[in-house]
C-alpha cells in the first residue's frame, strides 16, 4: 500500500465539482485516508509549491492557489503515487487523456482542478505539510 498526496484546487470547488472528484478517485481504487477543507494563505501556497519558486508561473499560481477554499487529501492504494498521476492527466488539459480529471473538469494549465504528488519524498513532505500523523486514518 502506498500513501499520495491531492489537493482539489479552488477551480473546481468554486465550480462544485468537488463530489464528482472525489467520485472518480474512490471509483479508480482510492481509498481517502484523511481530508479537509480549508482557505490556503499565499504563503502556505509558496512553501508548499517552494519547488517552482523560480517559475515564471509561482506568483500566478500562489495568487490562484489561495483564491479560495480547498480540499486538501490523503489518499492509499497500491502504486497510489503513479495511478493517482494517471488518473488526473497531464498538467496542460489540452494534452489529457479521455477519462482523465483534467481533461473532464480543468480549464487551463493553472487551473488543473488537482493536484497529486509526484515522487514518494514529495508526498511524504506534502502529507506532513497539511495533516499531523493522528489525522490519518
Ligand atoms: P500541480 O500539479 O499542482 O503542480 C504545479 C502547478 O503549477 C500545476 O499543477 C499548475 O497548476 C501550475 N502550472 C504548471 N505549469 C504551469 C504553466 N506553464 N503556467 C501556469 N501554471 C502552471
Redesign the pocket.
Known sequence: MQRTFS?I?PDAVRKGQTAAVLAMMEAAGFRIVAIKKLSISKPQAAGF?AV?AQ???FD??TT??SSGPAFVLVLEKENAIADLRKL?GA??PANAEEGTIRKKFAG?????T???S?AEETAAFEIGYFFAGYELV
Not at 108 to 112: C, G, K, P, Q
Open positions: 489537493i484546487k509549491y517552482h517559475r515564471p508561473f500566478s499560481l490562484f492557489m488526473m498538467t496542460n487551463s494549465i493553472e487551473e488543473n488537482v493536484h497529486g509526484d
